[in-house]
């Protein structure tokens, strides 16, 4: 089969395409021909820094050696296609769900790190979901509490996990306000959110307003600018540490305060990683089939496009996901950028 494969650490350069075998499942594994994959900051990131491939690695118990973990695809009709133990999935099912090497004709997933695929979404919506839409779903709702009414503010609404923060925010019942820069104003506010705030020509912390909830995929203000934009008994949540630019220093410089001082002040204060959650896949999935929440999908790559689409997440501001078609393994596709309403769109691409 193809797969994306690196030898080294580096850049999106290092990606190559590859003919590997085939993976074999475990007792609780199935393989997946996988249809779509999508890129997050985490892929990059990976490449680059060694301490957060040992972070990853540590906390799964399984080397990474290939990029790639959001996952749609159909599972295998082979005959070792799904492993022995496996109760919850049948050949010919369709699922979404997390693996590692998803940049691959085929991977292995556990059982638990899947869900099945609602009928009415596209594998490229699917993929979208797993890091992303867990982060927002897991940071909204388990941690900022939110509920009908709350004023939610997130700082980084267009990108991956930002345009489903928003989605996720709204179908809460919740008032809110997303940050962007220029050129997304108008999509974000097509997804839903109340208000706009365009980052290059006002500051949320200095507007005079106040919010229940802060959302933070960005990263780029102080603790003490985001206390001042909370209401008393605020919520401060930073999602991840991907937008920190995988940097320790900027990781401390964040964490310190919080841990410090955050005990001594009414608002909370929380930085949190999403974890993977068959349940939560599963909640978002029906969220996406009762068209609550529509994935925003602004390229897609060919496999053998992977480091231009791991290079293009990582040098520009995409707006929403950046998905790859496993089974497109040639050159050619045509991406074009986002405009107008996500609605309606399966995804913003002409191939």
């Not at 089969?1 to 650490?9: F, L, P, R, T, W």
């Not at 599972?75 to 022995?84: F, L, N, P, Q, T």
């Not at 919506?125 to 779903?137: E, F, I, Y």
Request: hydrophobic letters at 40%; one cysteine or more; proline letters at 4%.
């Amino acid at each position: 089969m193809k797969a994306i494969v690196y030898h080294n650490s580096g850049s999106g350069d290092v990606l190559k395409l590859e003919e590997i075998e085939k993976p074999v499942p475990e007792d609780d594994e199935v393989l997946i021909k996988v249809r779509a994959a999508s890129v997050n900051p985490l892929d990059y990131h990976l490449l680059r820094h060694a301490f957060i491939r040992r972070i990853m690695s540590a906390r799964s118990k399984v080397k990474i050696a290939r990029p790639g973990r959001d996952v749609a695809g159909v599972i295998s009709r082979g005959v070792e296609a799904v492993g022995r133990n496996v109760t919850q999935f049948k050949p010919g099912d369709e699922v979404f769900g997390a693996c590692a090497g998803a940049f691959a004709e085929y991977a292995c997933a556990r059982e638990s790190a899947l869900a099945m695929k609602p009928t009415n979404v596209s594998f490229e919506q699917a993929a979208s979901v797993p890091v992303a839409g867990l982060t927002a779903l897991q940071g909204l709702r388990d941690k900022g509490q939110i509920q009908p009414g709350l004023k939610v503010l997130i700082n980084g609404a267009a990108g991956g996990v930002g345009t489903f923060a928003v989605q996720i925010a709204k179908a809460f019942g919740a008032e809110v306000t997303g940050v962007c820069g220029t050129r997304n104003v108008e999509m974000v506010r097509s997804i839903g959110a109340d208000t706009v705030i365009d980052y290059a020509r006002e500051d949320f912390t200095s507007n005079g307003q106040h919010y229940d909830v802060i959302f933070d995929l960005v990263a780029n203000h102080s603790f003490s600018e985001h206390k001042r934009a909370l209401t008393p008994k605020g919520i401060y949540i930073g999602a991840g540490i991907m937008g920190l630019g995988g940097s320790m220093i900027r990781l401390l410089s964040r964490w310190i305060p919080e841990l410090v001082v955050s005990p001594f002040v009414s608002q909370k204060f929380i930085s949190f990683v999403a974890k993977l959650n068959q349940k939560d896949l599963t909640a978002i999935g029906a969220l996406m089939a009762e068209g609550k929440v529509t994935p925003v999908i602004e390229r897609r790559y060919s496999l053998s496009e992977a480091a231009e689409a791991v290079r293009y997440l990582e040098e520009r501001h995409a707006r929403g996901k950046v998905i790859i078609d496993c089974q497109l393994a040639c050159s050619g596709s045509q991406s074009v950028p986002y405009s107008g309403s996500v609605g309606s769109c399966v995804s913003i691409v002409v191939l």
